[in-house]
């Protein structure tokens, strides 16, 4: 399972640089606004350790990764919304990703052109959140609009009219949607609009030197610092984030934000052939698990046969995990777990 995160920021923050940095791909950063008219788009491997470890165990004969998909999206302006800059279309792109990484520019350089002139994350921050609430309320309106002329016609325009009234009073107050709380039924009804502050939402800032290790509201990476990096050797890498004093890198830090912010789980299946991670939803039970791997299997699914990561590793794989009775049996009401490898039973 792939997953869209765009980045998005006012113009020259560092938002083409932080994609070269996660994505390896080169892509034009020149100092000006609007350099990055279309977006750029890269897929990356997710790392993960567990992954590599498992696979040396199994002897597969090849590993794969689950991806993340990032999209390097043109810079907004104060007034986006009334159509500066590249307005809706800049729009139309945020709209079609599950989660924005928000950059904002905590760097000092007199060289790099600012659009709000001087430094000041917190203040675009605002500009950002509030140009997309404005556009979801524009949003909100048509809709209402357009849904209330069959208000008499269908119970369901009845509930999308409803619950976008709801939405539209809670923009009105400039709070963002994900915040609002509304039930199963009322998030569904809106769930195909796509609102732009519904989406989940990292708070990145792009800082001068070597950011801290602590967590923090604001995820804060060196992105000019992560480009170089990328560049390095695997070793290489570990040996400099070590003489800096960096625990890890920003694109482990981002992904695992990425992961948490979307509430996503992986989990590992491990053979000689191959051993692969996948991703769900937290919370997905056995059989929609089985159905990513085919979608055949959702059907077809019987039982899983589950064992821990730290457990698989400890033992050395399946045949030692069995002896020691480390491997459970699970049916279909099961939710698999961040970490789980499984073995899926089917009836094909």
Not at 147 to 154: E, I, W
Not at 305 to 329: C, M, P, Y
Not at 336 to 345: L, M, N, S, T, Y
């Amino acid at each position: 399972m792939s997953f869209k995160v765009g980045i998005v920021g006012l113009p020259n923050v560092g938002k083409s640089t932080l994609f070269k940095a996660v994505t390896k791909k080169q892509v034009e950063s020149e100092n000006y606004p609007f350099c990055t008219i279309d977006p750029n788009i890269g897929v990356v491997e997710v790392p993960d350790r567990r992954l590599e470890a498992i696979s040396r165990i199994s002897s597969s004969e090849r590993t794969v990764h689950t991806t993340i998909e990032f999209v390097d999206i043109a810079g907004l302006v104060r007034g986006a919304h009334q159509g500066r800059g590249l307005g809706n279309k800049f729009l139309a792109h945020i709209r079609e990703v599950d989660a924005i990484v928000e950059v904002t520019r905590g760097f000092e350089d007199n060289n790099v052109i600012h659009t709000e002139n001087g430094v000041n994350p917190e203040r675009d921050k605002e500009i950002i959140d509030f140009e997309l609430m404005v556009a979801d309320l524009q949003t909100v309106d048509g809709l209402i609009e357009k849904f209330g002329k069959d208000l008499a016609k269908d119970n369901e325009s009845f509930l999308k009219v409803n619950t976008l009234k709801k939405a539209k009073e809670f923009l009105e107050k400039e709070k963002p949607l994900r915040d609002m709380e509304l039930s199963a039924k009322e998030r569904e009804a809106i769930k195909e609009f796509n609102f732009l502050t519904n989406k989940p939402i990292i708070h990145l800032k792009n800082v001068d030197g070597v950011p801290g290790n602590k967590e923090e509201d604001f995820l804060k990476i060196n992105a000019k610092m992560e480009a170089e990096m990328a560049g390095l050797s695997e070793k290489d890498m570990e040996e400099y984030m070590k003489a800096v004093g960096l625990k890890e890198s920003g694109l482990s830090k981002l992904i695992r934000k990425s992961y948490n912010s979307l509430n996503l789980v992986s989990f590992f299946t491990s053979g000689e052939k191959e051993t692969r991670a996948w991703t769900v939803k937290k919370g997905s039970l056995a059989p929609a698990a089985a159905g990513k791997i085919h979608s055949d299997f959702e059907r077809e699914f019987i039982r899983a046969e589950v064992a821990n990561t730290d457990e698989f590793i400890k033992h050395e794989g399946w045949s030692n995990l069995r002896e020691v009775g480390k491997v459970k049996d699970k049916g279909k009401h099961y939710e698999v777990q961040d970490g789980d490898i499984i073995f899926f039973k089917t009836s094909a």
